[in-house]
């Protein structure tokens, strides 16, 4: 356990904190504010592709100085560097929309958390495994944040591929993972934008203009299909949010969780 840290208005501690599933125990970190009583709302991390749980610390620091618990886990296979189990030759989107289900379910339970108040930050490829998560248990989540989200991924793999027929068995995905044949096939038919319209929380997407790696028409398109969005295209930024452009991003958020009822208003009281 790390000791308590001060961001904000709020102390917090970061603690280990694992996730059972019937697949295995998911590695993950807890940020936790100080103090107070009642319940808080949770903001659950939906790592990159090839990252793990690490991407999403600024966030969480940034969330739980604000009174806001974190939650932050490797997806099974999600990394060369990933602390759950797994190979990343058998991750694929749909093994990673599991994992972020059955940590939503178990988070919903923890003592401290309001089940009411439980959302999702998605990026990237976790942009995408968020929204399927979001249509497959929207009565999970109260809404949904997504930054530079991977709505490309079944487009690219069919320019990479003809058919599933050329997929070989595993190969090296863009030099960042050695992925699985099922990877593919398991996204060779999805629409990411199926069933958008059906999610009626409100949601977030940042993306950046500059972006190589998904192009920001990809949430342009998102954007008309959920209902409820908040878009912001931030300027001159690319593919992930770093020093300026994270403060940026963090510009955009923390108002729209205000706004969402997502915020604490009062500052924790840490007991002596």
Not at 31 to 58: D, K
Not at 96 to 123: I, S
Not at 202 to 214: A, S, T, Y
């Amino acid at each position: 356990m790390e000791g308590p840290r001060l961001a904000a208005a709020y102390e917090y501690e970061v603690l280990e904190w694992g996730c059972d599933t019937e697949a295995g125990r998911l590695y993950g970190k807890l940020y936790l504010p100080l103090g107070g009583a009642g319940q808080r709302p949770l903001m659950v991390f939906a790592h990159e592709l090839g990252s793990t749980h690490r991407s999403g610390t600024h966030y969480a620091e940034a969330l739980a100085g604000r009174g806001i618990a974190a939650y932050l886990f490797d997806f099974r296979g999600g990394g060369k560097a990933s602390k759950s189990p797994g190979k990343t030759t058998g991750m694929t989107v749909l093994t990673e929309t599991e994992d972020l289900l059955a940590v939503l379910k178990a988070a919903r339970g923890w003592p401290f958390v309001d089940p009411a108040r439980v959302f999702v930050f998605g990026a990237s490829q976790g942009g995408l495994v968020a929204t399927l998560a979001a249509k497959q248990r929207p009565e999970w989540l109260c809404a949904l944040a997504l930054c530079y989200p991977a709505f490309i991924i079944p487009t690219a793999l069919h320019q990479q591929f003809g058919s599933l027929a050329d997929v070989p068995e595993a190969f090296d995905y863009m030099g960042w993972i050695n992925v699985g044949r099922d990877y593919v096939s398991t996204l060779w038919d999805l629409d990411p934008y199926e069933g958008m319209e059906d999610f009626t929380k409100p949601v977030l997407l940042l993306h950046g203009d500059q972006d190589r790696i998904v192009p920001p028409q990809y949430s342009l398109r998102a954007a008309d299909c959920y209902p409820r969005i908040d878009l912001y295209i931030l300027r001159g930024v690319g593919h992930g949010f770093y020093s300026e452009s994270f403060q940026e991003a963090m510009r955009r958020i923390l108002p729209w969780l205000k706004k969402n009822g997502l915020l604490p208003e009062e500052r924790l009281q840490v007991k002596a």
